[in-house]
Antibody
């Protein structure tokens, strides 16, 4: 069965960086893209970006361009999301999500358990 | 980015009520519209994909409709386990976006 297991909670000071990992199993890693979605406390879902696990191509949300980098390691079937120059409003739960293609419509189908990132001085 | 406007942001309803949530895209997205349900402390799960296709295991009281820019999620008879937050999400653009969410609360 498809599983996405994320790294544990992180606490960072403003201005620092954080790198969250997402270990995938139960499917051919390079066949599917991975999106990252975050959710600030009491707020809605925010799509952050996407990476092709095969090619490494990326698309990032405009507001995060320049601060976020998504990568994959096909040898360990792990995806990574690094966010730099952290601010207090980056405090959120971060999810990795494996996509599925239903007749050309991409669905955010399999979700990791989430990683709490707290930015506080 | 393509914007998704969801309404209402919250609603109060009783068990057995018919509930309708709408989602409007800032430009045509064909049928590339998905709906998710999220309960507190949990990751979202897919309810409906490609506008109207029910994900396996989702009760038939959930349905989706629409095309182009206007979409609807309907719960025909609200059950206790349906009190949750619902999000629409477009995947027409490479930059995927969510609606703001609709919290369905007990009346």
């Amino acid at each position: 069965q498809v599983q996405l297991v994320q790294s544990g909670a992180e606490v960072r000071k403003p201005g620092a960086s954080v790198k969250v990992s997402c270990k995938a199993s139960g499917y051919t890693f390079t066949n599917y893209g991975i999106s990252w979605v975050r959710q600030a406390p009491g707020q809605g879902l925010e799509w952050m970006g996407w990476i092709s696990a095969y090619y490494g191509d990326t698309n990032y949300a405009q507001k995060l361009q320049g601060r976020v980098t998504m990568t994959t390691d096909t040898s360990t079937t792990t995806a990574y999301m690094e966010l730099r120059s952290l601010r207090s409003d980056d405090t959120a739960v971060y999810y990795c999500v494996r996509e599925a293609d239903f007749g050309g419509v991409i669905v955010l189908f399999y979700w990791g358990q989430g990683t709490q990132v707290t930015v506080s001085s | 980015d393509l914007q998704m406007t969801q309404s209402p942001s919250s609603l109060s309803a009783s068990v057995g009520d018919r509930v309708t949530i709408t989602c409007r895209a800032s430009q045509s997205i064909s049928n590339h519209l998905n709906w998710y349900q999220q309960k507190p402390g949990k990751a979202p799960k897919v309810l409906i994909y490609a506008t109207s296709s029910l994900e396996s295991g989702v009760p038939s009281r959930f349905s989706g409709s629409g095309s182009g820019t206007d979409f609807t999620l309907t719960i025909s008879s609200l059950q206790p386990e349906d009190f949750a937050t619902y999000y629409c999400q477009q995947s027409y653009s490479n930059l995927k976006t969510f609606g703001q969410g609709t919290k369905v609360e007990v009346k």
